[in-house]
């Protein structure tokens, strides 16, 4: 049998193995590497096996950052700078990184075409929404997914130890107020609401923002709120 790596293997392939439940040796062999029936027959257990142990392996190892990707000829950059990265951005790809059906919506979020080049450096497209790029990025190499999926959350790991006020533990999900219900439910609108102090229409311009500019006030509110807790609970407990 012809050798495979992850970098054969499109992202697409994964995502129908992940929707298939209770996944053989014998998928593996058809919906991620691709291979026909008759080829998966005529193939030697051994054979088999060994591509199993490897997939594996390369599943477990961490995957480096690929920061130029390449699709039918085109050349797509991953977010040049992440400390830049805008509040929409991060909201959007850490909603579709918790699934892999919408991993390729992620990619299209991480991923844009180069518009500009010298050497390594390089200028992507504006964020106008992962809609525009998400088929395209079906056909992302797997290594390249995992290795972006990685330095992605790596990096959302350092946002909850900058922002404790906003974050209650590591690995929950992001919210203004994650202490209840109510902040389970509006998530992502609730913080919106706050920094657009209630304005709907300025929703968009927001999310434009960068999203350490963002967090900031967020935590800034929320520190504000709490003391403000506190005084009246102190006030109420004096009798004044």
């Not at 790596?154 to 900058?162: A, D, G, H, S, Y």
């Not at 922002?163 to 389970?184: C, N, V």
């Not at 900031?216 to 005084?231: H, I």
């Not at 009246?232 to 004044?240: L, M, S």
Request: aromatic share 12%; proline share 2%; hydrophobic share 35%.
């Amino acid at each position: 049998m012809k050798y495979k790596t992850l970098r054969d293997v499109p992202l697409r392939n994964y995502q129908r193995l992940q929707n298939k439940k209770d996944h053989n040796n014998y998928d593996i062999m058809s919906i991620l590497f691709g291979y026909k029936t008759t080829e998966i027959n005529k193939a030697k257990q051994k054979d088999i096996d060994l591509l199993i142990l490897h997939l594996k392996d390369q599943l477990e190892k961490d995957n480096e950052l690929t920061n130029i990707l390449e699709i039918d000829g085109i050349e797509y950059g991953f977010i040049p700078n992440l400390d830049d990265i805008s509040y929409g951005e991060n909201t959007d790809i850490t909603n579709y990184v918790s699934d892999w059906s919408t991993m390729h919506k992620a990619m299209a979020v991480m991923y844009r075409p180069i518009i500009m080049r010298k050497k390594d450096r390089y200028i992507i497209e504006d964020y106008e929404g992962s809609d525009k790029y998400s088929e395209i990025m079906k056909d992302a190499p797997l290594d390249v997914v995992l290795g972006c999926l990685v330095f992605f959350l790596q990096f959302n790991e350092r946002i909850v130890e900058l922002y404790p006020e906003l974050f209650a533990t590591i690995g929950e999900k992001r919210g203004f107020d994650t202490s209840g219900g109510f902040g389970t439910k509006w998530g992502r609108y609730s913080e919106l609401h706050t920094l657009s102090q209630g304005d709907i229409r300025r929703f968009k311009e927001i999310s434009k923002l960068g999203l350490f500019q963002c967090l900031t006030y967020l935590a800034y509110e929320k520190d504000k709120m709490m003391e403000e807790q506190r005084q009246f609970k102190k006030i109420k407990k004096n009798g004044r």
